[in-house]
């Protein structure tokens, strides 16, 4: 029923060495912006952050596999994807600032991180079909998490993609938490990838914390999917931090998580020793990406910190093409608090 892609040796995959230190780069920038980004939310920059520490080999992995007019529909976590694509940090700092449309003119197609769970997986199936209609030899990947495979979007996206024979792969990044619910909470089923059949699709699970395992099971699968031939491909990772700054896992996760080392093990430290072991990079290389990165992290917050902030009248924007009265109620109430008090940040939410 699915497969199981385990440690991967480079030469069992299809990529060289660049292509290794390309990915262990990128982990390692994802890692720097994900430090910053907490620092920054910590003093008030960002209303939320949601790390994800520990998912830079699942999500690098997968990106450097997708072809360039690959469409990615993405969540708030899947941030070291859209960086390893090529979108530029600024854009992802800005978002997270509030503002909904990317203020660079990068061309990488993306669409808005979901944060209503699993919402973008029709979205997807949608992309995909329109790529049959005009014929386009692209495919969608789409990423959501374990949680969301237990919304009714989950199901109605794999099932429309199926029967549609839509280009998309359902990547389920499973970093065995949705908040605080733990994965064996989450279905009774053996595991994510096991529900592929009922949609009629192939179901693969992958270590999620070899980048390069990743990167094969995900190039083999968009193989398939431009045939056709949806896939749904379960990458099994951890989420090493909190699920955003306003969490405390310490609350609920164990210290010790009952799951096999590797499943919890740190991507980088792994992918670094491994390609340390095989010569294809040298003990300095990590901490002189790590240094590289802080200096792009400080121009993009520099370049950020340019940009108006978003104006609070945005929320009631792009959802409705008349303002239903509610709406323009609560429009004026948060027109007047701002008057008043100056900021929506004195908001009590
Ligand atoms: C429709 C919907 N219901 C509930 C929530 C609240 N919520 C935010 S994140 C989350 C858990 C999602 O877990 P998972 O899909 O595993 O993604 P992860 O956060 O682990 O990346 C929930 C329930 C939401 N955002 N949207
Ligand atoms: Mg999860």
Redesign the pocket.
Known sequence: MHRVIGERDLTETRLDGEAARTILRDMVRARRFDERAIALQRRGWMSGY?PFRGQEGSQVGAAHAMAEGDWLAP?Y?ANAMLLARGVPMTDVLVYRRGREEFHSDHDVPVLPGA?????QIPHAAGVGMAMNYTGADDAVVCY?????TS?GDFHEGLNFAGVFDAPVLFFC?N?G???SVPEERQTASESIAAKAPAYGMEGVQVDGNDPFAVHEATALSLERVRGGEPVLLESLTY?QGA?TTADDPSRYAPEEPDLPAWRTADPIERTESYLVEQGVVDDGFVESVREDAGEEITAAIEEAESIPPAEPDDVFDYVFAETPRELADQREWLRSFVATHGDVNELDY
Request: net charge negative; proline share 10%.
């Open positions: 949601p969540t976590r944060v209503p769970i699993a919402t959501f998490g374990d949680g969301a919304e990044e970093n938490w949705a908040i989420r699920h």
